[in-house]
């Protein structure tokens, strides 16, 4: 079965950095795309960044220049690198494979297969 857990979150003051993992299994990453979303309490779920077979395939504006995902095949990890981080990126974070967003919600677990999230907490 398709399977993926988050780790990696964690509370850092504005400016730090953390680096997600997302530990993947059941997934063909080279006919897959692997996707970070994140969602606030009272803001819309968002997807933060994309990777498929080619590299990086998206970063949300707010996050680019700042937030690299990356993906480790041996390891079944698919990682996001946050650097810079700022008071708005105060959320949990979701990876999720064959997924999209329903009702602005994640998870949105009718859609995809994705992770049980990990908090990510910026303070200023």
């Known amino acids: 079965a398709v399977q993926l857990m988050e780790s990696g979150g964690g509370s850092v003051q504005a400016g730090g950095s953390l680096r997600l993992s997302c530990k993947y299994y059941g997934i063909i990453f080279d006919e897959s795309e692997m996707d970070w979303f994140r969602q606030a309490p009272g803001k819309m779920c968002e997807r933060v960044a994309g990777?498929?077979?080619?590299?990086?395939?998206y970063y949300e504006d707010s996050v680019k220049g700042r937030f690299t995902i990356s993906q480790d095949s041996p390891a079944n990890t698919v990682y996001l690198l946050m650097n810079d981080l700022k008071p708005e990126d105060t959320a949990t974070y979701y990876c999720a494979t064959a997924a999209g967003i329903l009702d602005g919600k994640c998870p949105s677990l009718d859609f995809g297969h994705w992770g049980r999230g990990t908090q990510v907490t910026v303070s200023s």
């Open positions: 990777i498929d077979r080619d590299g990086p395939s």
